[in-house]
């Protein structure tokens, strides 16, 4: 499957637009480089006085990198390799790592887990630069819109950004749920909006039969929470997931049309698919039909969990300590079928964009995240004493952690965004 980030090409049909072009590249190269050695942002390097350390006091030394990156590139297929300079913060270093993501403060014991980045085939896929990060979105803002995968990924971000500038919570909402921070010296605007369903949702039952909720879906509303904000953004990353496998009754026009083992007299099972396919389609033709929407919608891809010898709530576990190898594991089952169908309707959405003038872009993080069974949290989310509901968490990632390499992904995507913004604007 080609990819929206995987391939990037230039005409050569006209002179002028060859030197065009090649002035381009020069300044794009020059501002934001292919490549950013390990060793220049150690984890201890954290700041809250931005004036310390120059957004661009590294502009000389990236001249001398010179490292050409191949004109075509999935960067979502490859394998994770050894890194002995990562972790780039640690929970000493951020103060915003989730208690149960904080997994070296809770004890875990082994630490190669940390030592690891994405290696896309063929190419190079640069770390993730804090202060080119900046600069590139200076006046922009970015919200992520989904579940709590979603703010662990934020919470990531915040904990790489940390070591040029901490944000400052700006926040109209109460809810911790929906938190909007600002990186004042870059003007850029962080948020987070939780809807793990992406659809309008009424949770009907705080408890249920399986201790976890029994919620109302509307598959054909989105959610008003995000849909009536996500205008003023310039990026917004959608995800949704592991929700679906809760307990839930699905309606469409206000009529009830089945559920999810609700076990309602004469109405009608479904599986988690038909619910999955529904709220992503409802959710991405929102945007479509956002008129005042000019921004880039990304869907980020589903992050599988790994549980072994038994399901989240009968002894499941995730204790290996070491990445698969791409050829020792495959997307199999649900998964599979959720992420196929996440897909189908990204595809269905970018091609309703085009007409509409939308962007959509995929962030396939599923087969790297696949090959991670070693970066949860597992036990060590909480202390083995605590006076929590104990189980095994193998959904959420460990920060620091695999889900750091996130950033390395939407960097890279980013640059590729502005790169192509500058060919628009010269043809």
């Not at 997931?241 to 099972?269: K, L, M, T």
């Not at 891809?301 to 549980?307: L, V």
């Not at 991670?372 to 952690?401: E, F, I, M, Q, T």
Request: glycine share 6%.
């Amino acid at each position: 499957m080609e990819l929206p980030f995987g391939k990037y090409s230039t005409s050569t049909q006209r002179t002028p637009r060859i030197f065009l072009l090649l002035v381009l590249a020069v300044v794009v190269l020059g501002i934001i480089p292919l490549y950013h050695p390990f060793n220049w942002y150690p984890a201890d390097l954290a700041t809250q006085h931005p004036s310390e350390i120059s957004p661009n006091y590294h502009a000389a030394e990236e001249q001398k990198i010179k490292i050409k990156e191949p004109e075509t590139c999935d960067i979502f297929t490859g394998e994770w390799v050894w890194n002995p300079d990562a972790p780039y913060y640690t929970n000493m270093t951020c103060y915003a790592i989730h208690e149960h993501q904080n997994c070296i403060k809770y004890g875990r014991p082994d630490t190669d887990y940390l030592k690891w980045r994405w290696k896309p085939n063929g190419c190079e896929l640069p770390i993730f630069d804090p202060f080119l990060f900046l600069d590139l979105v200076r006046n922009k803002s970015l919200a992520l819109v989904g579940d709590s995968v979603g703010r662990n990924q934020m919470q990531s971000l915040i904990c790489l950004l940390a070591r040029v500038e901490y944000p400052v919570d700006i926040s109209d909402n109460p809810d911790e749920a929906f938190k909007k921070y600002k990186y004042t010296t870059y003007n850029f605007t962080l948020a987070t909006y939780w809807s793990p369903f992406l659809v309008s949702t009424k949770e009907a039952d705080a408890d249920g039969p399986s201790h976890t909720g029994v919620y109302n879906l509307h598959l054909d509303k989105a959610d008003e929470k995000w849909t009536t904000e996500i205008e003023r953004y310039d990026y917004v990353i959608l995800n949704a997931g592991h929700w679906f496998a809760r307990i839930s009754v699905y309606f469409e026009n206000n009529q009830r049309v089945g559920c999810r083992y609700c076990g309602i007299p004469d109405v009608s099972e479904l599986p988690i698919t038909y619910a999955y396919q529904k709220a992503f389609r409802t959710a991405l033709k929102a945007i479509n039909n956002l008129e005042n929407f000019k921004g880039v919608a990304i869907l980020r891809t589903f992050a599988p969990s790994h549980f072994e010898g038994g399901e989240w709530n009968k002894g499941g576990n995730c204790a290996r300590t070491r990445p698969y190898r791409s050829n020792e594991t495959a997307l199999e089952g649900q998964s599979l079928e959720q992420y196929r169908i996440q897909v189908e309707e990204f595809k269905a959405a970018e091609e309703e964009g085009k007409v509409k003038g939308k962007k959509f872009r995929l962030m396939d993080t599923t087969q790297a995240m696949l090959l991670r069974p070693d970066g949860h949290p597992s036990k060590y989310g909480h202390w083995p004493n605590a006076n929590v509901v104990l189980y095994n968490d193998c959904v959420h990632w460990c920060l620091p952690g695999p889900i750091d390499s996130w950033a390395d992904i939407l960097f890279h995507m980013f640059k590729m965004e502005s790169t192509k913004s500058l060919e628009e604007k010269l043809e």
